[in-house]
């Protein structure tokens, strides 16, 4: 792999930003990692920008990706709005370029991490891929025929802020009923802490695990005690896979897919739920039986996949 | 415009089939139509053959696109499935080539008639649009930088069965609560018996024009009583035009287009329902605030679209 294929890929996450130079086929070849501090723009560039220069220096490097939560312009230039911090229309584009002397390209997170599933994952040479990121919330992603589509303002596959239920749990975004609040680790959470209010003898071993406390009770907790073997976990585990299939069917009567692809911390880490979303999928797709059932298939890159595939746009866009 | 632009549309409807010779401006010249006859395939296929050959009598055509009700291959060969008509698997484009000797193109009436809404109509130059049209259900068409999008096996862009209401009203498709039942002219006629099944003091119009039997009211019944002044029917109309921009909106968050364009029967003859739809689209817009609202807007080629849409996309993939 020449030099000049190398592309320097950030991801800024709520936590954490994560960065690396990644090559022409999708390997990381040096990483970074920082806290993220909280809601100080400011802050947050600076600590990119230092990172971008440690990573660049003495190599050639053909452009830096960034991706993350929020919305970018279709142009990649400027975050219109970001949940975990304080950018607003903010021209990160412009600021990180006149900062570090190179060229950048922004992308919502969900966006690379599809991204980088089609050209070096699970969806590798599929047509119409279709990925989601499972973690406290859904992000998602659409590659029709090799190109990322972000919609006409640049804010489109924002599958999470369908509403499925209305009238339904409030959302963060404003909404009630929206899908992430039925598939997603917030949602897992949620409805532990629910089984632990009624006082279930079902939750025996959650209300141990959270010391009888509904704060302690996070996704993961859940996802770690059905692994080892609660079956109070591994329902509620199923009931967040069936509300992802039926989230999965609507999107296929829209988009109708070849593969759709999941990722994220709790798509990722938990197959039972992987298994329900795929079989209330097919039970709900409207016309099955008249036509092909969509893949769906885990995502192979990982916790990386956001950084990688930053990077991979970064470097298509504006190499040469 | 030179002859050889011209090329035939066939529209295949449920009750009648339109035949028309169509301009590379979307013009039409002359036009046929004959009565669909019931789910006899072979009568559909002889009924199309004659009215090919006597709308291409001695003129130059450079191609014959049909577009129907049903799932097409992504390669406009193949019915996959037709809800009015006995095909199943069915090559209707061999078929008709070897009965015509003529080029054939098969596409969804649906997105037939969004293609011409984007090429010659309301859509016109736009980036990212979605068209519905809303008729008895609700047909549905993407069209993403110029290309309409069909999904990887040709069966994309059915809205109408998106799942909005879990364990809602029964759709025909086979499943409950799709969109199609709270935002069609299926659900503005039973939203009115169901008002006159509960003797509301409200629909004393309705039971008047109907004759007290629910058989008789349609979604056509109601439109022309709104129009007339009845306020049971106006309320009615307003109901069915919030679900409908409550659909919208969940499109906006998967597809973010710059423009809805709503055409069919319901959706061209009432402008309280879209200006509803409009309202409450914008109103649950996930991320409203801090991103623009498409456009939506009426449908400008009428019940002619399907026909004028399948004749350009087969001129445009067939011709020389």
New interface residues.
């Given amino acids: 792999m020449p030099a000049e294929k190398l592309a320097i890929g950030i991801d800024i996450g709520g936590t954490k930003i994560a960065a690396g130079l990644v090559d022409g086929d999708g390997n990381i070849s040096r990483r970074l990692q920082q806290a993220t501090v909280g809601h100080d723009a400011a802050a947050v560039l600076a600590t990119v920008t230092s990172m971008i220069s440690e990573l660049g220096a003495g190599i050639t490097v053909a452009a830096v990706g960034v991706g993350a939560a929020g919305?970018m312009d279709p142009t990649g230039s400027t975050v219109?709005?970001s949940p975990h911090l304080a950018w607003?229309n903010e021209p990160l584009r412009a600021e990180l370029e006149a900062a570090t002397g190179r060229r950048v390209l922004l992308n919502n997170d969900a966006d690379a991490a599809g991204w980088a599933e089609y050209r070096f994952g699970a969806a590798r040479k599929q047509?119409?891929v279709v990925c989601l990121t499972l973690g406290t919330g859904i992000g998602?992603s659409?590659v029709?025929d090799g190109k990322l589509?972000?919609?006409?303002?640049?804010?489109?596959?924002?599958?999470?802020?369908?509403?499925?239920?209305?009238g339904g749990q409030r959302?963060a975004?404003?909404?009630r009923g929206?899908w992430e609040q039925y598939a997603s680790g917030n949602a897992l959470a949620r409805e532990a802490r629910s089984l632990m209010a009624v006082h279930s003898p079902m939750a025996h071993a959650l209300r141990d695990a959270a010391n009888n406390d509904p704060h302690l009770v996070t996704g993961e907790l859940v996802t770690s005690l059905a692994a080892a073997g609660d079956l109070a976990c591994q329902e509620l585990i199923i009931e967040v896979g069936q509300w992802l299939g039926?989230g999965l069917?609507?999107?296929a009567?829209?988009?109708?897919?070849?593969i759709f692809v999941i990722g994220g911390g709790l798509g990722a880490a938990v197959p039972s739920l992987i298994a329900a979303a795929e079989t209330t999928y097919q039970e709900?797709l409207?016309?099955?039986g008249?036509?092909?059932f969509?893949q769906v298939a885990r995502a192979e890159l990982g916790p990386d996949a956001g950084m990688v595939g930053a990077a991979d746009l970064a470097r298509i866009a504006l190499a040469g």
Same sequence: chains 1, 2.
Avoid: T
Wanted: hydrophobic fraction near 35%; charged fraction near 15%.
């Fill in positions: 919305w219109l709005f607003r047509s119409h998602g659409i029709i589509q972000r919609g006409r303002f640049g804010v489109g596959s924002e599958f999470g802020h369908q509403i499925v239920v209305p959302c975004c404003g909404n929206c039926r069917a609507n999107l009567a829209v988009l109708d897919p070849g709900n409207s016309g099955r008249y036509r092909p969509a």
